[in-house]
């Protein structure tokens, strides 16, 4: 599958966060984006969409990143999850690679680190 026929839920609750990310991912050809201000909202929107991969904060309101990391696993054990958080900590990452997300990218982003991963992915880039 080629990135710019993908669609990629981006979950955080900072709109800036979410746009940066987008605008990294738009500029590698990206175009199809699902976004959710809490972990319930990624979800939600990951069980009406079947997004190819996530993007996922740690810390969010309603629901964190690892309770909706648990919920989309449970959903498709072949989800693809992208942690992106500063605040991080060792314990909730190790956690949240224990639940199944396939990647962490630290903020603030690094454009060549989401390249790096969206390549790994899709065809085309």
């Given at each position: 599958?080629?990135?710019?026929?993908?669609?990629?839920?981006?979950?955080?609750?900072?709109?800036?966060?979410?746009k940066q990310l987008k605008d990294i991912i738009?500029?590698?050809?990206?175009?199809?984006?699902?976004?959710?201000?809490?972990?319930?909202?990624?979800?939600?929107?990951?069980?009406?969409?079947?997004?190819?991969?996530?993007?996922?904060?740690?810390?969010?309101?309603?629901?964190?990143?690892?309770?909706?990391?648990?919920?989309?696993?449970?959903?498709?054990?072949?989800?693809?999850?992208?942690?992106?958080?500063?605040?991080?900590?060792?314990?909730?990452?190790?956690?949240?690679?224990?639940?199944?997300?396939?990647?962490?990218?630290?903020?603030?982003?690094?454009?060549?680190?989401?390249?790096?991963?969206?390549?790994?992915?899709?065809?085309?880039?």
């Amino acid at each position: 599958m080629k990135l710019e026929d993908a669609k990629i839920l981006i979950g955080d609750d900072s709109i800036l966060a979410r746009k940066q990310l987008k605008d990294i991912i738009s500029a590698l050809g990206g175009n199809n984006f699902l976004e959710a201000s809490n972990g319930q909202e990624a979800i939600n929107l990951y069980k009406e969409n079947t997004p190819e991969i996530v993007f996922l904060d740690i810390v969010m309101p309603v629901k964190d990143g690892n309770s909706a990391i648990s919920e989309i696993m449970q959903l498709n054990p072949d989800a693809d999850i992208v942690v992106v958080s500063s605040v991080g900590t060792q314990m909730q990452l190790k956690q949240a690679i224990q639940l199944g997300a396939k990647d962490f990218v630290q903020k603030p982003l690094n454009s060549k680190q989401i390249e790096s991963i969206l390549k790994s992915r899709f065809e085309g880039r």
